[in-house]
């Protein structure tokens, strides 16, 4: 009787025990429930047939055609896409009933439905996914008007809502989703004009409107700081051009009813890649200097009425590879630029005097540019980008000559005195201690002035201050007292120079060079060497044609394989004229480098005048890095070769902006152009030759031609563009999937970013499938932060190189420690789960 009451007291709290047990398995078998039912409301479909065959939805194997994520036993992503397996929608589907099952989970952060068929109108009981991050609901059949509901999800970040038959306006609430970087409704009914509160998504990336029925005067986009892709093709916009930001990668206005001109603000759109204006009714000069904007590889203005001269010596960027300037005004000569077979040029319908595509007898352009209406515009200011230039041009001449000042007086100063009184030596100082003959004097001056180059930011001012030494240094140099003198008073006159740091890179830069030391020493090779090595340059030996002209692949006398890189000379000088590159291209020798062995000149019997260079860099013949990561045939590497790799890849592009002087940036980067040799080794086979005919860049003087302004702060950000290739690299790596499209990457980028939030189940259903199972979750973990921090759309939120192998090095660390970890270890539950 006594044990009655303490049973009693017990008992309130073994049944609030059992019913949250029930509330659990009631909430694990609701979601279960949900998606059976959704299963049900698209017809059974047998690409879902999964969800009929377990209850542990959460751990579904993903398939191109199901993707579930879970968050602590709660769904947090689903994606479904239609395939040839998917039937006809059962008779009385209703999307207002499958939003409303869907809107159960209300955990979801991202919902795909694409491509099955839904149809009806967007329901109103999408509200009810109040957590949605994501959604795309592309490819389907939904019409009537963007319901109003959608304004109150406030976390969405990318709405997708392409190729629909959705109408109406796009409503001005629209502003109200101040964090949304993906808004794409193309291929749609929208009708009337853009609202003005699209300005105020401030962390915008991507605005898709294209093919609609949008019309009137785009609004003030000039506040979209991040926006990089504006596609509003195949609408009636105009007639002014829109007031846009510029950080622009994509800018395609193609087929609407812009009719006046062109604004010379778009000089300014430094990332610009593409430009597509045709088919509107712009008017007025066309500005040859788009050829050559930093970043321009595609520029299309047909079919509308721009007038102005051409001329041959016009400079284009080197990747531009398709223009098209047909159906317009034009006159002069096709710039000579635009002449490789390995652009497509296009420019028909003109009066230029090429006759190799149609054109229009000349008189018919000055009348027809008589004929168009030009509405002039008010002068605001007076222009002072000319002064600005001349200021600009004036303060580098001005450093040169005090710097040079400074040099010619201690020069002087120690000829005078014959006998300089030498303090503890300098590092470079050291090195001149041995100097005996002329030749070793001007070795020892370029050592100098390449240390130099580095901290003088204007690249002229370099050239000017690097030729005036050498001559002024060359000329009184007596002995070797006076050339220690001289190197020590440069050094203490060039006040950004700091001693330790030659001394690191002097360092790093011997390093550095040890690691190509397996290589054969560089040399000159002869002609007839390379023509018996390649058959005579035999078509059985062509291996390429590429922006670093023909590739061919040989063997030396001595066995060893070689690719020859032949480029044909446009304007032909001596040999020594080329000298400057090729002593440059001689110390690219890294383990992490298709590296140089040597060059070849060929010469004109007449004139001795160089017609082709012909550059010889070691063969490597294996795959590809993508074919071993996100290939579709054969075996992929393991996610320790592939942070291996990574490394190898950065390691690779530290050396080029660091191990030479000058450094070399804006490489390019691609991971077709990173090949593995049998050992799994990675080597760039592409990179930013310092001389090529089809590479203009990057000139003796160390300028870039087009360029206006401030040239030095285009040059400041260029190992940016690396960090952002290496990024992308990254974005593949992880994901095993090829990314073959720029617009892919910021939506790929948020997709990591939401998974970094979440666990590490989550983080692993979006990882390469070959490789999931086999990485640490804080090796994982560090890959993905590296890499959005690398694809950034702020340069300045862009990591550096060295920040990226220090975070690469550290997720090979503790991946090799978990591998241990893990093999010591029997199997266990909790090891199970992270898998």
């Known amino acids: 009787m006594a044990q009655k009451p303490v049973f009693l007291s017990l008992l309130p709290l073994l049944i609030l025990f059992l019913a949250n047990i029930q509330l659990s398995e009631q909430l694990e078998f609701s979601q279960s429930q949900t998606l059976l039912k959704v299963q049900q409301l698209l017809g059974y479909p047998s690409a879902l047939s999964a969800l009929s065959s377990t209850s542990d939805f959460c751990n579904i194997e993903p398939t191109p055609y199901l993707t579930i994520v879970c968050y602590e036993d709660s769904l947090t992503q689903l994606h479904v896409v239609g395939n040839n397996d998917f039937t006809t929608l059962p008779p009385n589907f209703s999307s207002d009933t499958l939003f409303t099952t869907i809107g159960t989970l209300s955990s979801l952060k991202v919902l795909s439905l694409v491509s099955l068929g839904l149809w009806g109108p967007l329901p109103e009981s999408i509200a009810q996914l109040s957590s949605l991050e994501i959604l795309n609901i592309s490819s389907n059949y939904f019409n009537g008007v963007i319901p109003s509901q959608l304004s109150l999800l406030r976390n969405l970040q990318s709405v997708v809502l392409d190729d629909n038959n959705i109408?109406?306006?796009?409503?001005?609430?629209?502003?109200?989703?101040?964090?949304?970087?993906?808004?794409?409704m193309k291929k749609n009914w929208l009708c009337g004009s853009l609202p003005t509160s699209l300005d105020a998504l401030q962390t915008l990336r991507v605005l898709d409107l294209s093919s609609n029925q949008l019309s009137g005067e785009v609004p003030h986009l000039k506040n979209l700081a991040n926006l990089q892709v504006l596609n509003l093709e195949n609408?009636?916009?105009?007639?002014?051009?829109?007031?846009?930001?510029?950080?622009?990668?994509?800018?395609?206005l193609r087929n609407n009813s812009f009719r006046l001109s062109v604004p010379s603000g778009l000089n300014s759109l430094y990332l610009l890649q593409r430009?597509?204006?045709?088919?509107?009714?712009?008017?007025?000069?066309?500005?040859?200097?788009?050829?050559?904007?930093?970043?321009?590889?595609?520029?299309?203005?047909?079919?509308?009425?721009?007038?102005?001269?051409?001329?041959?010596?016009?400079?284009?960027?080197?990747?531009?590879?398709?223009?098209?300037?047909?159906?317009?005004?034009?006159?002069?000569?096709?710039?000579?630029?635009?002449?490789?077979?390995?652009?497509?040029?296009?420019?028909?319908?003109?009066?230029?005097?090429?006759?190799?595509?149609?054109?229009?007898?000349?008189?018919?352009?000055?009348?027809?540019?008589?004929?168009?209406?030009?509405?002039?515009?008010?002068?605001k200011h007076k222009r002072t980008t000319g002064k600005t230039v001349i200021v600009s041009s004036m303060g580098s001449v001005v450093g040169v000559v005090l710097i040079l000042g400074v040099v010619i007086l201690v020069v002087s100063r120690v000829h005078k005195k014959q006998v300089v009184k030498i303090p503890s030596k300098s590092p470079l100082e050291n090195v001149t201690s041995q100097l005996h003959n002329e030749d070793e004097v001007k070795t020892t001056t370029r050592s100098i002035m390449e240390h130099i180059i580095k901290r003088v930011p204007d690249k002229r001012a370099v050239e000017t201050l690097t030729r005036s030494i050498k001559e002024h240094v060359m000329s009184r140099v007596k002995n070797k007292r006076v050339v220690r003198a001289s190197t020590r008073s440069i050094i203490e006159h060039v006040s950004s120079v700091n001693t330790a740091k030659l001394l690191t890179d002097a360092r790093y830069i011997s390093e550095t060079m040890k690691m190509g030391a397996s290589l054969p020493p560089y040399r000159t090779f002869a002609l007839d060497e390379l023509k018996e090595a390649t058959n005579n340059f035999d078509s059985s030996c062509f291996i390429s044609e590429g922006p670093h002209g023909q590739i061919y692949k040989g063997v030396l006398s001595d066995g060893m394989h070689i690719s020859i890189r032949g480029l044909k000379m446009r304007k032909r000088h001596s040999p020594q004229t080329y000298m400057h590159h090729v002593e440059m291209i001689s110390k690219l020798r890294h383990s992490h480098l298709v590296s140089a062995l040597g060059h070849a000149f060929e010469c004109n019997q007449d004139d001795s005048c160089v017609n082709s260079v012909f550059l010889i860099f070691e063969f490597v013949p294996n795959r590809s890095l993508r074919s071993c990561v996100s290939g579709s045939s054969g075996e992929k590497i393991s996610w320790t070769q592939r942070i291996a790799a990574t490394i190898g890849v950065v390691k690779g592009i530290q050396f080029l902006h660091t191990g030479i002087v000058p450094g070399l940036y804006s490489n390019n980067l691609k991971i077709t152009d990173i090949v593995l040799d049998n050992n799994h080794n990675v080597k760039i086979s592409s990179y930013n030759l310092p001389l090529s005919s089809e590479n203009k860049r990057m000139i003796s003087n160390g300028t870039y031609p087009g360029l206006k302004g401030n040239v030095q702060a285009r040059?400041?950000?260029?190992?940016?563009?690396?960090?952002?290739?290496?990024?992308?690299?990254?974005?593949?790596?992880?994901?095993?999937?090829?990314?073959?499209?720029?617009?892919?990457?910021?939506?790929?980028?948020?997709?990591?970013?939401?998974?970094?939030?979440?666990?590490?189940?989550?983080?692993?259903s979006i990882v390469d499938p070959a490789v999931h199972k086999e990485c640490s979750d804080e090796s994982l973990m560090t890959m993905m932060e590296i890499c959005v921090r690398c694809v950034s759309d702020d340069l300045t939120e862009r990591p550096s190189v060295e920040d990226i192998l220090w975070n690469l090095q550290f997720a090979a660390q503790v991946q090799n420690s978990w591998k241990r970890d893990s093999s010591d270890h029997s199997y266990s539950p909790a090891l199970s789960s992270r898998d």
């Open 275 to 379: 430009l597509d204006l045709s088919l509107n009714g712009f008017v007025g000069p066309f500005p040859p200097s788009l050829l050559s904007l930093p970043s321009i590889n595609y520029l299309d203005i047909s079919s509308n009425k721009f007038t102005g001269m051409l001329f041959s010596n016009t400079s284009c960027n080197d990747d531009l590879h398709f223009v098209n300037l047909s159906s317009n005004l034009l006159k002069g000569e096709i710039p000579s630029c635009l002449e490789p077979k390995t652009r497509v040029v296009l420019y028909d319908g003109n009066c230029l005097s090429n006759k190799n595509q149609d054109q229009h007898p000349l008189h018919f352009c000055s009348n027809e540019a008589l004929a168009v209406k030009i509405i002039p515009r008010e002068p």
């Open 167 to 184: 109408n109406g306006e796009i409503p001005n609430w629209v502003g109200s989703l101040q964090g949304l970087a993906v808004l794409s």
């Open 715 to 764: 040059i400041k950000g260029e190992d940016k563009n690396d960090v952002y290739d290496i990024g992308v690299i990254l974005l593949e790596i992880i994901l095993g999937r090829p990314i073959m499209f720029h617009n892919e990457v910021g939506t790929l980028k948020d997709l990591l970013h939401v998974s970094i939030k979440t666990d590490d189940i989550a983080r692993r």
């Open 235 to 252: 609408n009636t916009f105009g007639p002014h051009f829109p007031s846009l930001p510029t950080k622009l990668v994509s800018l395609v």
